[in-house]
């Protein structure tokens, strides 16, 4: 097993714990921990192929990552301030109790 | 496969599972801080000096304490500590396991497994990052300065508690709670 | 359009026209308005007697034949033409016809002064004329069947114009039924005729179906029976003739059609329309070969006879009249076949003039009295009603033959005919049994009528009429009150005012002197009519056999007036319930002549039962098998129909219900995809990519 795949088992290991834990905890803010885990996961995806793969002088994966984190960070925020609206609204924020869209 | 890279990765990955299964928030917030720390840890290894910095300024220094802060303003519509997991958490686990498996599988089976085992670690600066985000990213510089301000200021918006402006003033729901 | 340059003769279609024009007109007024239609009518007719006058004029020039005739109906690549025609004979027609009709709706006036629907009455009359007038001047068969039918109908209109009268109403059915009889033979004649030989108009430049070249070859073609075509054609064609001009098997119609009007009864039944079949015979007769015309003379000279006969036991005034008009349509006919056109259309024009007077002489008595008819109810009028009792006098001697009158000179040119016939004596004999039998009959009317003293009828034969004014007017029917005259008790007979009795004296005048211009000195009406011109000369009396022929015929008017006098005018008879003279003499004779020698019976029992069962069986066959039919195919559709229902409802709607159901369930169970839920969103998400990866990954290993 070279450096490569090692990188890209930990990506994947941290993808999947990050979709357990999206599908499986009822509240809101640990479903957006989650996302925010498996766009981590994706990061570290880019940083392995950018190290190891063909042409890193172009940092190509470098600039990805970077875009990467900001637009994470963008999420995050709109994501919270709609879980902070959603819990004033109907004093809950367990994604199991809103079921307005239903049908 | 250098043993700080192993520690890191443990790192990385028993603060992701921490997070996603402690009971209370808090602890969650703060394990999934101690895995974007083991992430930029990570980058730094893998030489992305820059990456593991802006991981570290903006996941650790934002959003883990926007986390926490929302966690703490939302203190009361937490579910109670014995029905963490959702009904449907099963099927949850068992997709989760599967996407690794598949993951995984694509991983080994594929030709990046049994390539070079090492190359050297490149040489980056500063001036070739901020030259390339100039140069040839302008443009999704530039769309991502925009799509921050509009993140922004819908986040401000999103969260601003209205002033009631009738006597019927919107209060919260509560037939909207228990389903 | 053929035509030529005489303006009269472009313009003749005038004539007929005008009437019609009238009719129309007065078809919109309303009851009230009397003078308005009357002066449409009598106006009218008085413009047509002036282009008839202008038009005899016009032949008394040149008496060549003028034709107008214009394309009419196409069908294929033929055309049926009509158009009028100008000659001697139609001149004379037109002129007595618009003359007699004049002096008859002037008489109407009076007549109908009282009647509810004068209005109505002007309207028929006019329609009745303009017809008439089509009659004469069609120069195409086709024209004059439409003119004839349309004749036919203001004939059953008129007959019935009190037809809230069943007895009218009847009278008017039977008219139409038995002159329709005859207009079938007239009908399959004409279209005979158009099959052979391609045309029907009469004269045509030689092209004409009563021109040679037509005529002969018809009379070559030969039928069945060895008949010649024409003979068959021609024969045909007078079925028609007989039928409107009433001899002997199709006269029943005529003495019930007196249940008219009295004006109708002398324009329509004694001077024009019943001389339309002789005017019918008259204008076919290039047509008629010598065994048609054999065919005629007989058929005229029985019913002459047999009319006779009749009249001799009748006792209602207009029935004596009717028979006598019957008979001497018979005698017309008689003159047609053994004589000519001349002879018999010389009869025609004098009995249209002396018939036309002794009807409205009746219908003068008639109002006179009050709306009594029997003629044993009167008696003694002479002193009552001078005017009347002369000119009816006057008609009288005309009708018999009385020397020197019109009638004597066209009976005895008929008669003088007759007895020449090549072919038999016998309708000479019959003629002058018949001639006898008219002064006899009409003897004995004038005597009943006016001779002798008032008769009150009895109690128990009073009319309704009469009896009527023993209740108060405001309770009388209007079936009674439309036949009262001046409402009056039983009082004494009075004179007619002077707008019936002044046609009656010109008529009067013409009864007598109009035969002068067809005698054997001056025959210029003979002459006229065959398209040349008379001498007066002397020595036509000198004409073998003929005035042995006026001896003999003078001879046996006297001997009737004789015999009249003798039974009815000795003593005067006293009651009106008294027999008859004759009834005494020869009870059995005279009660089966009072009867009309049952005919109306016979066909009673014939004709009209094998119509009754022909009905009966038509309304069976209609009922039940058509009808049947109908319903047949009306209860399938209808089992179609509810068949249709039920596979609608349960196979298409239930079908339909059901497809939506499983629709709404399928959607159902989709819906339950959609719990709200975010995470299940996103669990079906990550099973997807994991299916989706599994797929290219293995498809990459294969």
Same mark, same amino acid.
């Given at each position: 097993?070279?450096?490569?795949?090692?990188?890209?088992?930990?990506?994947?290991?941290?993808?999947?714990?990050?979709?357990?834990?999206?599908?499986?905890?009822?509240?809101?803010?640990?479903?957006?921990?989650?996302?925010?885990?498996?766009?981590?996961?994706?990061?570290?995806?880019?940083?392995?192929?950018?190290?190891?793969?063909?042409?890193?002088?172009?940092?190509?994966?470098?600039?990805?990552?970077?875009?990467?984190?900001?637009?994470?960070?963008?999420?995050?925020?709109?994501?919270?301030?709609?879980?902070?609206?959603?819990?004033?609204?109907?004093?809950?924020?367990?994604?199991?109790?809103?079921?307005?869209?239903?049908? | 496969?250098?043993?700080?890279?192993?520690?890191?990765?443990?790192?990385?990955?028993?603060?992701?599972?921490?997070?996603?299964?402690?009971?209370?928030?808090?602890?969650?917030?703060?394990?999934?801080?101690?895995?974007?720390?083991?992430?930029?840890?990570?980058?730094?290894?893998?030489?992305?000096?820059?990456?593991?910095?802006?991981?570290?300024?903006?996941?650790?220094?934002?959003?883990?304490?926007?986390?926490?802060?929302?966690?703490?303003?939302?203190?009361?519509?937490?579910?109670?500590?014995?029905?963490?997991?959702?009904?449907?958490?099963?099927?949850?686990?068992?997709?989760?396991?599967?996407?690794?498996?598949?993951?995984?599988?694509?991983?080994?089976?594929?030709?990046?497994?049994?390539?070079?085992?090492?190359?050297?670690?490149?040489?980056?600066?500063?001036?070739?990052?901020?030259?390339?985000?100039?140069?040839?990213?302008?443009?999704?510089?530039?769309?991502?300065?925009?799509?921050?301000?509009?993140?922004?200021?819908?986040?401000?918006?999103?969260?601003?508690?209205?002033?009631?402006?009738?006597?019927?003033?919107?209060?919260?729901?509560?037939?909207?709670?228990?389903? | 359009?053929?035509?030529?340059?005489?303006?009269?003769?472009?313009?003749?279609?005038?004539?007929?026209?005008?009437? @019609?024009?009238?009719?129309?007109?007065?078809?919109?007024?309303?009851?009230?308005?009397?003078?308005?239609?009357?002066?449409?009518?009598?106006?009218?007719?008085?413009?047509?007697?002036?282009?008839?006058?202008?038009?005899?004029?016009?032949?008394?020039?040149?008496?060549?034949?003028?034709?107008?005739?214009?394309?009419?109906?196409?069908?294929?690549?033929?055309?049926?033409?009509?158009?009028?025609?100008?000659?001697?004979?139609?001149?004379?027609?037109?002129?007595?016809?618009?003359?007699?009709?004049?002096?008859?709706?002037?008489?109407?006036?009076?007549?109908?002064?009282?009647?509810?629907?004068?209005?109505?009455?002007?309207?028929?009359?006019?329609?009745?004329?303009?017809? @008439?007038?089509?009659?004469?001047?069609?120069?195409?068969?086709?024209?004059?069947?439409?003119?004839?039918?349309?004749? =036919?109908?203001?004939?059953?209109?008129?007959?019935?114009?009190?037809?809230?009268?069943?007895?009218?109403?009847?009278?008017?059915?039977?008219?139409?039924?038995?002159?329709?009889?005859?207009?079938?033979?007239?009908? !399959?004649?004409?279209?005979?005729?158009?099959?052979?030989?391609?045309?029907?108009?009469?004269?045509?430049?030689?092209?004409?179906?009563?021109?040679?070249?037509?005529?002969?070859?018809?009379?070559?073609?030969?039928?069945?029976?060895?008949?010649?075509?024409?003979?068959?054609?021609?024969?045909?064609?007078?079925?028609? #003739?007989?039928?409107?001009?009433?001899?002997?098997?199709?006269?029943?119609?005529?003495?019930?059609?007196?249940?008219?009007?009295?004006? %109708?009864?002398?324009?329509?039944?004694?001077?024009?329309?019943?001389?339309?079949?002789?005017?019918?015979?008259?204008?076919?007769?290039?047509?008629?070969?010598?065994?048609?015309?054999?065919?005629?003379?007989?058929?005229?000279?029985?019913?002459?006879?047999?009319?006779?006969?009749?009249? %001799?036991?009748?006792?209602? !005034?207009?029935?004596? +009249?009717?028979?006598?008009?019957?008979?001497?349509?018979?005698?017309?006919?008689?003159?047609?076949?053994?004589?000519?056109?001349?002879?018999?259309?010389?009869?025609?024009?004098?009995?249209?003039?002396?018939?036309?007077?002794?009807?409205?002489?009746?219908?003068?008595?008639?109002?006179?009295?009050?709306?009594?008819?029997?003629?044993?109810?009167?008696?003694?009028?002479?002193?009552? @009603?001078?005017?009347?009792?002369?000119?009816?006098?006057?008609?009288?001697?005309?009708?018999?033959?009385?020397?020197?009158?019109?009638?004597?000179?066209?009976?005895?040119? !008929? +008669?003088?005919?007759?007895?020449?016939?090549?072919?038999?004596?016998?309708?000479?004999?019959?003629?002058?049994?018949?001639?006898?039998?008219?002064?006899?009959?009409?003897?004995?009317? %004038?005597?009943?009528?006016?001779?002798?003293?008032?008769?009150?009828?009895?109690?128990? %034969?009073?009319?309704?009429?009469?009896?009527?004014?023993?209740?108060?007017?405001?309770?009388?029917?209007?079936?009674?009150?439309?036949?009262?005259?001046?409402?009056?008790?039983?009082?004494?007979?009075?004179?007619?005012?002077?707008?019936?009795?002044?046609?009656?004296?010109?008529?009067?005048?013409? #009864?007598?002197?109009?035969?002068?211009?067809?005698?054997?000195?001056?025959?210029?009406?003979?002459?006229?009519?065959?398209?040349?011109?008379?001498?007066?000369?002397?020595?036509?009396?000198?004409?073998?056999?003929?005035?042995?022929?006026?001896?003999?015929?003078?001879?046996?008017?006297?001997?009737?007036?004789?015999?009249?006098?003798?039974?009815?005018?000795?003593?005067?008879?006293?009651?009106?319930?008294?027999?008859?003279?004759?009834?005494?003499?020869?009870?059995?004779?005279?009660?089966?002549?009072?009867?009309?020698?049952?005919?109306?019976?016979?066909?009673?029992?014939?004709?009209?039962? +094998?119509?009754?069962?022909?009905?009966?069986?038509? #309304?069976?066959?209609?009922?039940?098998?058509?009808?049947?039919?109908?319903?047949?195919?009306?209860?399938?559709?209808?089992?179609?129909?509810?068949?249709?229902?039920?596979?609608?409802?349960?196979?298409?709607? =239930?079908?339909?219900?059901?497809?939506?159901?499983?629709?709404?369930?399928?959607?159902?169970?989709?819906?339950?995809?959609?719990?709200?839920?975010?995470?299940?969103?996103?669990?079906?998400?990550?099973?997807?990519?994991?299916?989706?990866?599994?797929?290219?990954?293995?498809?990459?290993?294969?």
């Amino acid at each position: 097993m070279n450096p490569l795949a090692g990188c890209l088992l930990v990506s994947a290991l941290l993808f999947s714990v990050g979709i357990a834990g999206a599908l499986t905890r009822r509240s809101a803010i640990l479903v957006l921990a989650g996302i925010e885990l498996m766009l981590n996961a994706a990061n570290l995806n880019f940083i392995a192929f950018w190290r190891f793969g063909p042409h890193p002088e172009f940092l190509t994966g470098m600039i990805f990552v970077i875009f990467s984190i900001a637009v994470a960070a963008a999420e995050a925020a709109v994501g919270l301030a709609l879980i902070l609206a959603i819990y004033r609204f109907t004093r809950t924020s367990d994604v199991s109790e809103i079921t307005e869209m239903k049908g | 496969m250098t043993l700080a890279f192993l520690i890191l990765a443990l790192l990385t990955v028993a603060g992701g599972v921490a997070a996603m299964t402690l009971r209370r928030l808090v602890h969650c917030a703060l394990a999934l801080t101690v895995a974007f720390a083991g992430l930029a840890a990570l980058y730094l290894n893998l030489g992305a000096e820059f990456a593991g910095l802006a991981q570290l300024l903006v996941y650790v220094g934002a959003i883990a304490i926007l986390i926490v802060f929302v966690v703490l303003l939302t203190r009361g519509g937490e579910s109670d500590p014995e029905h963490v997991f959702s009904p449907a958490g099963l099927a949850g686990l068992v997709i989760a396991l599967a996407v690794f498996a598949v993951l995984a599988w694509a991983v080994m089976t594929s030709a990046v497994a049994h390539g070079a085992q090492s190359t050297p670690a490149p040489q980056t600066s500063m001036l070739q990052i901020g030259l390339t985000l100039m140069q040839r990213y302008v443009l999704p510089l530039e769309v991502i300065a925009l799509m921050l301000t509009a993140a922004m200021i819908g986040a401000v918006i999103l969260a601003l508690r209205e002033k009631p402006t009738s006597p019927a003033s919107p209060s919260p729901n509560p037939e909207l709670r228990a389903r | 359009m053929t035509g030529n340059s005489l303006w009269i003769v472009r313009n003749l279609w005038l004539i007929p026209a005008l009437p @019609m024009l009238a009719a129309g007109c007065s078809a919109f007024l309303k009851k009230s308005e009397r003078t308005l239609s009357a002066t449409l009518a009598i106006g009218s007719m008085s413009l047509s007697l002036l282009l008839a006058l202008f038009a005899f004029l016009q032949m008394l020039i040149d008496p060549t034949r003028q034709v107008v005739s214009f394309a009419w109906l196409r069908f294929g690549d033929q055309w049926l033409s009509l158009g009028w025609l100008l000659d001697p004979l139609a001149a004379v027609m037109l002129v007595m016809v618009t003359f007699v009709g004049l002096l008859i709706f002037i008489y109407s006036l009076g007549y109908m002064a009282h009647d509810d629907n004068f209005t109505r009455f002007f309207c028929f009359l006019s329609l009745f004329a303009g017809a @008439m007038l089509g009659v004469v001047i069609a120069n195409s068969l086709l024209l004059l069947f439409m003119c004839w039918e349309v004749v =036919g109908l203001t004939s059953y209109l008129l007959i019935g114009f009190w037809f809230h009268r069943p007895a009218a109403a009847a009278a008017a059915k039977k008219a139409f039924i038995t002159t329709r009889v005859g207009d079938l033979g007239l009908l !399959i004649g004409m279209v005979w005729l158009y099959a052979q030989s391609g045309t029907l108009i009469f004269y045509d430049n030689g092209r004409g179906c009563l021109e040679q070249s037509a005529v002969a070859g018809l009379a070559g073609h030969v039928t069945l029976f060895g008949m010649a075509v024409s003979t068959a054609i021609g024969l045909l064609i007078f079925c028609g #003739a007989a039928g409107k001009s009433g001899q002997v098997p199709l006269h029943v119609w005529l003495p019930d059609a007196m249940e008219g009007p009295t004006p %109708v009864s002398a324009l329509i039944h004694a001077a024009t329309m019943v001389a339309a079949g002789v005017y019918l015979v008259a204008r076919v007769y290039p047509l008629m070969s010598a065994h048609a015309l054999e065919v005629v003379a007989w058929v005229g000279a029985i019913t002459a006879l047999f009319a006779a006969c009749i009249a %001799v036991a009748q006792d209602d !005034i207009k029935r004596i +009249l009717a028979y006598s008009t019957v008979s001497q349509l018979g005698y017309m006919m008689l003159g047609l076949g053994v004589g000519g056109v001349a002879v018999g259309v010389f009869h025609l024009i004098t009995h249209a003039f002396f018939k036309a007077l002794l009807f409205l002489g009746a219908g003068s008595i008639i109002h006179g009295c009050t709306e009594e008819q029997d003629i044993r109810n009167m008696g003694g009028l002479r002193r009552f @009603m001078p005017v009347t009792f002369l000119t009816y006098a006057a008609g009288m001697l005309a009708l018999c033959g009385f020397p020197l009158f019109a009638g004597f000179w066209s009976k005895d040119a !008929i +008669l003088h005919a007759a007895h020449g016939w090549g072919v038999s004596r016998g309708p000479f004999y019959l003629g002058a049994i018949g001639a006898l039998l008219t002064a006899f009959y009409m003897t004995r009317q %004038v005597c009943y009528v006016f001779f002798g003293q008032r008769r009150a009828p009895a109690a128990s %034969v009073m009319p309704a009429t009469v009896a009527a004014h023993a209740i108060p007017a405001d309770q009388l029917e209007p079936v009674v009150s439309a036949r009262l005259g001046e409402v009056c008790a039983i009082e004494d007979p009075h004179e007619s005012p002077v707008v019936m009795t002044r046609p009656l004296q010109i008529l009067a005048v013409f #009864a007598v002197f109009l035969g002068f211009v067809g005698t054997p000195a001056w025959p210029w009406f003979q002459s006229f009519i065959a398209g040349q011109t008379a001498k007066f000369d002397f020595g036509g009396f000198s004409e073998p056999g003929l005035l042995s022929i006026m001896l003999v015929s003078s001879l046996i008017v006297f001997a009737g007036l004789a015999f009249g006098w003798w039974f009815y005018g000795r003593k005067p008879i006293l009651h009106a319930t008294d027999p008859d003279a004759l009834e005494r003499l020869q009870p059995g004779i005279f009660h089966a002549l009072a009867n009309r020698l049952y005919v109306d019976e016979f066909y009673g029992v014939t004709v009209i039962a +094998l119509m009754r069962f022909l009905a009966a069986f038509s #309304a069976w066959l209609d009922r039940w098998i058509f009808g049947g039919a109908v319903n047949l195919i009306s209860w399938l559709v209808k089992g179609f129909g509810w068949l249709d229902a039920g596979a609608d409802k349960f196979v298409v709607n =239930g079908g339909f219900d059901e497809g939506c159901r499983e629709v709404a369930r399928g959607g159902r169970l989709f819906s339950r995809l959609q719990n709200g839920r975010v995470q299940t969103y996103l669990s079906v998400l990550a099973a997807a990519l994991v299916v989706l990866a599994v797929l290219l990954l293995w498809g990459r290993r294969g």
